[in-house]
């Protein structure tokens, strides 16, 4: 029989595990725009003691580029309509008395921003600067001076205006994302202002004296209005999916492991990536090693670009996130398939009736002439998986008890065996779907039990590796090669993704584009 251990990935142990119930859906109305900025502006999540991630990712520089490029061409959208305001002030002149003025709403018609700039804000999370932006926006008014009472319209011209923000990010104790305003100053010096209808001739005389006072206020509501963003975000975060149920068997915890540690070049987010049974408490495998993300792209990674171009993103999927999800299915008994005479191609060389298996147990024939028989596919143990540099490694491990299905409909056992198989894995990346080959590197068969003599197993077994070589192995790389979409949030998808195999985890390295 062919040696399978030696490809076989190690067990370091096992670790109880109970998952509580987390929320499972979006709330409806929650915005989409979270997750994008989330993704963008969300950077290094350390784990907690004693737990790795199963899923890493880090953002580069040229990812809070992307989204500050993205983010202001979403926010100049979102600004050119009408916004409540309610400003409200009064001016003293000792000439003519107080000037009381109310702005209830304000519409922004332009907002020209010269000189901006994102980066990581080291141990607390993203730093915004503006310099230089100019903005002009009209408004209706209302306002009182002695006994008179007026309205009409006023436009504002605001030039050398200048922001600085500081988000912060963070992780509440469900590994939930936390975000909040961690300082904003506003400065604009250059307002001019114009009244209109009513008695703005008035006003107008006035005007240079109000600009100061107006000037203080809005630089205030500004920094008002960028925190209400900021609590808005953080509110839609609380809703935020940790696991997601795939189907009736298992679903993945997503969540984060820790608060952010943030450098000055990147941000590295762990997520825990486990697979875990639907409302079971489980033995889980072997915990996630450590993963150290690259410094530098690694030589094996494929690519047509500068050396200097750092993708925006690299994601790394360790072989813990594949073993997590095989052991989820196997413990839920969901790695079982029954196989009937009609389901195999009529060109294969074993078909399952007794007369094509009778060459291999003689009293099969004898017993049961010519009848049609049925093989019950399980898995004995969870299917092992490895990632090495030069392939992904797998190491699956069977039971197929064949029963002989008689005229009226009864199934008689005929043999138990056990078919353990090797196989190697090429996985590849192209725009969002996640494909790759598969071929088969080592199969054994062993007769464990037969109700109908003997087995002649090593003719059996050389003959299921041709034609699992002929039709099994060309029939998986027809699907694989298809590939399946990879979840990505609304809108978003990878841009000229490469991948490369590294010891224990799969790296991607890809760019990232927007689309409404």
């Given at each position: 029989m062919a040696e399978l251990g030696a490809t076989a990935p190690a067990v370091r142990g096992t670790t109880t595990a109970c998952h509580a119930s987390r929320s499972q859906h979006h709330p409806q109305g929650t915005p989409g725009l979270a997750w994008l900025c989330l993704l963008l502006l969300l950077t290094a999540c350390v784990p907690a003691a004693g737990t790795n991630p199963g899923i890493k990712a880090r953002l580069t520089r040229r990812a809070l580029e992307f989204g500050r490029q993205l983010g202001l061409e979403l926010l100049q959208s979102r600004l050119q309509k009408e916004h409540e305001l309610n400003l409200n002030g009064s001016y003293h002149s000792p000439l003519l008395g107080t000037l009381t003025y109310a702005v209830p709403r304000i519409h922004i018609h332009e907002l020209q921003i010269n000189d901006s700039a994102v980066d990581f804000a080291e141990d607390v999370g993203v730093r915004l600067t503006v310099q230089r932006a100019r903005i002009r926006l009209s408004a209706e008014w209302e306002a009182q001076l002695g006994a008179i009472k007026d309205r009409g319209s006023i436009e504002l011209r605001m030039n050398d205006l200048a922001v600085a923000a500081v988000l912060g990010v963070s992780v509440d104790g469900s590994g939930r994302p936390v975000v909040w305003s961690a300082g904003c100053d506003a400065?604009?010096?250059?307002?001019?202002?114009?009244?209109?209808?009513?008695?703005?001739?008035?006003?107008n005389l006035l005007a240079p004296l109000a600009q100061r006072v107006l000037r203080q206020?809005?630089?205030?509501?500004?920094?008002?209005?960028?925190?209400?963003?900021?609590?808005?975000?953080?509110?839609?975060?609380?809703?935020?999916?940790v696991s997601?149920?795939?189907?009736?068997?298992?679903?993945?915890?997503?969540?984060?492991?820790?608060?952010?540690?943030?450098?000055?070049?990147?941000?590295?987010?762990?997520?825990?990536?486990?697979?875990?049974?639907?409302?079971?408490?489980?033995?889980?495998?072997?915990?996630?090693?450590?993963?150290?993300?690259?410094?530098?792209?690694?030589?094996?990674?494929?690519?047509?670009?500068?050396?200097?171009?750092?993708?925006?993103?690299?994601?790394?999927?360790?072989?813990?996130?594949?073993?997590?999800?095989?052991?989820?299915?196997?413990?839920?008994?969901?790695?079982?398939?029954?196989?009937?005479?009609?389901?195999?191609?009529?060109?294969?060389?074993?078909?399952?009736?007794?007369?094509?298996?009778?060459?291999?147990?003689?009293?099969?024939?004898?017993?049961?002439?010519?009848?049609p028989m049925e093989l019950h596919l399980s898995a004995r143990r969870q299917p092992l998986l490895?990632?090495?540099?030069?392939?992904?490694?797998?190491?699956?491990?069977?039971?197929?008890?064949?029963?002989?299905?008689?005229?009226?409909?009864?199934?008689?056992?005929a043999f138990l065996l056990n078919i353990d198989a090797n196989v190697t894995g090429k996985p590849t990346i192209a725009g969002n779907r996640l494909g790759g080959t598969v071929s088969l590197t080592g199969l054994s068969v062993a007769q464990m039990t037969s109700h109908v003599g003997p087995v002649e197993v090593k003719r059996l077994e050389t003959l299921l590796k041709f034609g699992l070589w002929l039709f099994g192995v060309p029939w998986a790389n027809k699907r694989l090669r298809a590939g399946v979409p990879l979840p990505t949030p609304h809108g978003l998808s990878l841009l000229s993704p490469r991948l490369s195999l590294q010891e224990g985890f799969v790296l991607i390295a890809t760019d990232l584009q927007y689309q409404s």
């Open positions: 400065r604009g010096t250059d307002l001019h202002m114009e009244f209109h209808r009513g008695h703005s001739w008035l006003y206020e809005l630089n205030k509501q500004l920094c008002l209005e960028l925190r209400r963003g900021v609590y808005r975000l953080e509110a839609a975060l609380k809703h935020t999916r997601t149920q795939l189907d009736s068997f298992a679903a993945i915890d997503h969540s984060l492991l820790g608060p952010p540690a943030i450098t000055a070049e990147h941000g590295d987010v762990a997520l825990k990536g486990e697979f875990f049974r639907v409302g079971k408490c489980q033995q889980r495998p072997c915990p996630a090693l450590p993963v150290a993300l690259p410094v530098a792209l690694p030589a094996a990674l494929p690519t047509a670009l500068p050396v200097a171009h750092e993708p925006m993103l690299l994601l790394a999927v360790t072989e813990f996130v594949a073993n997590s999800a095989a052991f989820a299915y196997f413990t839920a008994g969901a790695l079982r398939r029954n196989i009937s005479s009609n389901m195999l191609p009529r060109r294969f060389p074993l078909q399952l009736r007794t007369k094509s298996l009778g060459v291999f147990s003689p009293q099969l024939q004898e017993r049961y002439p010519d009848q490895s990632c090495r540099p030069d392939a992904l490694h797998g190491a699956l491990f069977s039971s197929a008890e064949a029963f002989v299905v008689l005229p009226n409909a009864t199934r008689v056992p």
